[in-house]
């Protein structure tokens, strides 16, 4: 039996009166990406609809967060009904902005934007992906070589999982701009204002 076309959410009865293995069983369905989206659950006369929601994450270390990254996440939140921006943490690396700040620039960015969540994660992104029950990563290409070297990377990620790569390449008035370049213009500083987000303040 399929919901109806377009009908998001039904609940007929309370979620919470199921037994807890039925409960966790619900929870722990993976998300769909395919046109299929819908599946009823019935269990004890207890009958709800769901749909099952295609989440994405989307990948970088953002120190700091650019109006390339914007762009795609803007973008992003077209085409996936939840967009994770996952902070890659890798402690042999140096970052100009803490953790922190690079969240806070993030969430403030976005805090308008309720169906995106950013979280810190370390170690192998398709083992976040399966951590946070993600079926899709998103990258953003900037020029050719950039594909080359995300392509064999989203290789990598389809041999080791089920998760799938989508690309999108940043717009034209945008495809210059790199979390280095913004890094160098501050540290010379440099007018950084028309290369990030508002949220993006070094004072």
């Known amino acids: 039996m399929k919901a109806p076309f377009g009908k998001l959410w039904e609940k007929i009865s309370n979620f919470d009166n199921l037994p807890t293995n039925k409960r966790n069983k619900y929870l722990s369905q993976p998300f769909s990406s395919g046109p299929d989206r819908y599946e009823v659950f019935g269990d004890l006369n207890i009958n709800f609809a769901i749909m099952k929601k295609r989440r994405a994450i989307f990948p970088g270390s953002f120190d700091p967060l650019t109006l390339g990254h914007y762009d795609i996440i803007k973008r992003g939140i077209t085409l996936f009904d939840e967009l994770i921006i996952a902070i890659g943490v890798n402690t042999d690396k140096k970052y100009m902005f803490p953790l922190e700040q690079r969240k806070k620039f993030i969430s403030e960015a976005f ?43 989203a290789h990598t990620n389809r041999k080791l999982s089920e998760i799938e790569t989508v690309f999108l390449l940043t717009s034209s008035g945008k495809s210059y701009i790199s979390s280095s370049i913004v890094r160098d213009v501050i540290r010379n500083g440099g007018d950084y204002s028309g290369l990030v987000p508002d949220s993006v303040r070094t004072n």
């Open 111 to 153: 805090k308008d934007e309720p169906q995106i969540t950013v979280l810190t994660y370390q170690g192998l992104t398709v083992d976040f992906c399966k951590k946070v029950n993600a079926g899709f990563i998103v990258r953003g290409l900037r020029n050719p070589v950039e594909f080359e070297f995300e392509k064999a990377i």
